[in-house]
């Protein structure tokens, strides 16, 4: 059983950063992998990131987000966090951490077990 709670959504203006937070609960949150994913009012949960577990060296990022977002995670602490640079108006959304084992459907809501609460993240142009 592992728990997700998000934290570091906000309000920031075009060209600002933000620092997104997971903090899991559970002692095998090391054998997860972990995603990020965002979703608008009456849009699908989109998928942002993916990082494997251990030791994390292996991330996947969106095309909409290559390049501004860099995702790590802390297994001692057990927190992901997602960085986001130079944000845009489209970045506005909830933001969601999820865990899952699925590696055949990394992009996809359903891989995934654990979800977070979703904490939102607003861009002003």
């Known amino acids: 059983q592992v728990q997700l709670v998000e934290s570091g959504g906000g309000l920031v203006q075009t060209g600002g950063s933000l620092r997104l937070s997971c903090a899991a609960s559970g002692r095998i949150f090391s054998s997860y992998d972990m995603a990020w994913f965002r979703q608008a009012p009456g849009k699908e949960r989109e998928f942002v990131t993916w990082i494997m577990s251990s030791d994390g060296d292996s991330i996947l990022y969106a095309d909409s987000v290559k390049g501004r977002f860099t995702a790590s995670r802390d297994n001692a602490e057990k927190v992901v966090n997602l960085q986001m640079n130079n944000l845009k108006p489209e970045d506005t959304d909830v933001y969601y951490c999820?865990?899952?084992?699925?590696?055949?459907?990394?992009?996809?809501?359903?891989?995934?077990?654990?979800w977070g609460q979703g904490t939102q993240v607003t861009v002003s142009s």
């Open positions: 999820a865990a899952g084992y699925n590696r055949d459907w990394i992009t996809k809501p359903y891989a995934y077990t654990y």
